[in-house]
């Protein structure tokens, strides 16, 4: 009785057959059952459209399916089909290794089972299944995938549905295109944190600073002399602004610069009326910081002694402005012995127009 053969090509010796060759025969089976299970095998599939067989040879070692692990290869000019025989069970690990943008598709060589498609731009390795069902053979992606299925070192994937507990970042959190969406910058041995909160209906979401400190500020930095902006209505509970003190006398033509201080603070008795010239900084007008239709409000506190002097002259980006001062009048002389306080609010109508609005008000 001839010897019959399984689907991956094993010979199956009948009993009283063979005689004398069983050594050979079983050694030949052995390498086979090896092959199977660990071989590598490199298959091109270069050309344009066609359908490239992966075999079974019985008995031999020749058989392209009788490899466990299958690389194709070449550079395909059209969308690829490689068919494994029909009845064989077995599963394979298979890379696309083709260069050319078309799909490669793996399939049984007859009938309407399931199949296996590689995506135009899919180079990667996948774990494939053939279920060896009769007529209609099904080949199923088990989902282990160095492009689309398990995370990997190098592989680029996207995850859906997955929950990452205290996932470790490195230093930016990129958008879909690839570009820069955050930085993050880490601290040694820090304690303090933002947490980020949602909220049910008819309540805010949160961005609260928490952390082992017990008082924590949260601090919103622009770059340069860009601005923090708020858009639709606002609600603050309080307010510090900045002040700048400084030991120095009211004379000439003061400089204050916006960028610096919402209130600034002169110790030293005021020496001779002054001409006070508001800018953004030394290197920004403050017409190059404020867009029409914005308003901003400074103060100018001006120590002074027996001898008063007073705020003469007003100035923005070095030219003359002329303030509506309150009470409908210009102060003409300052206050003895008491604390001048002078407040601005700027408006700004038109391309470096601004309306000014002063005050002077003593402290003593």
């Known amino acids: 009785m001839t010897s019959a053969y399984s689907d991956l090509g094993l010979e199956l ?25 660990g071989g590598y095998l490199e298959v091109s599939i270069a050309g344009g459209i066609q359908t490239t067989p992966l075999d079974v040879d019985d008995g031999g070692l020749t058989g392209k399916a009788q490899n466990r692990i299958i690389k194709l290869t070449g550079a395909i000019t059209g969308n690829q089909t490689v068919t494994l025989p029909v ?4 599963f394979y690990i298979i890379q696309n290794a083709t260069t050319g943008a078309y799909t490669v598709e793996l399939k049984a060589v007859s009938g309407s089972g399931a199949t296996v498609t590689w995506a135009t731009t899919d180079k990667g390795w996948k774990i494939l299944y053939a279920d060896g069902v009769a007529t209609n053979t099904g080949v199923y992606d088990t989902g282990f995938s160095t492009t689309t299925g398990d995370v990997t070192l190098t592989g680029t994937q996207t995850l859906t549905n997955k ?57 919103l930095t622009p770059k340069g002399i860009g601005r923090t902006t708020f858009n639709g209505q606002g609600k603050i509970q309080s307010v510090a602004e900045k ?6 006398a009211a004379t000439g033509t003061v400089n204050y610069d916006v960028l610096t201080q919402a209130v600034w603070n002169f110790t030293t008795n005021a020496s001779a009326n002054w001409t006070l010239n ?16 914005e308003s901003i409000t400074v103060a100018h506190i001006v120590s002074q002694g027996g001898t008063a002097y007073y705020n003469s002259a ?16 210009a102060p003409d002389a300052g206050n003895a012995s008491s604390l001048d306080t002078y407040t601005y609010t700027i408006i700004k109508t038109a391309g470096a127009t601004f309306t000014v609005l002063a005050a002077q008000t003593q402290f003593a």
Do not use: C, H
Not at 87 to 90: C, D, V, Y
């Open 243 to 248: 002040v700048t003190t400084e030991a120095t």
């Open 314 to 329: 007003v100035q923005i980006d070095g030219s003359a402005v002329t303030p509506e001062w309150q009470g409908g009048a």
């Open 13 to 37: 010796m009948v009993t009283g057959e063979n005689a004398g060759q069983w050594g050979d025969k079983t050694n030949a089976n052995l390498n086979l059952i090896e092959q199977i299970t």
């Open 163 to 219: 929950t990452l507990t205290a996932p470790k970042i490195g230093t930016s959190i990129l958008d879909t295109n690839g570009n820069e969406l955050f930085l993050l910058t880490a601290t040694a041995s820090a304690v303090n944190e933002i947490t980020l909160a949602n909220a049910a209906a008819s309540n805010a979401p949160a961005i609260s600073a928490t952390g082992n400190d017990t008082n924590i500020d949260l601090n």
């Open 278 to 293: 508001i800018r953004g900084d030394g290197s920004n007008t403050l017409n190059s910081i404020m867009d029409t239709g």
């Open 87 to 90: 009845l064989m069970e077995n």
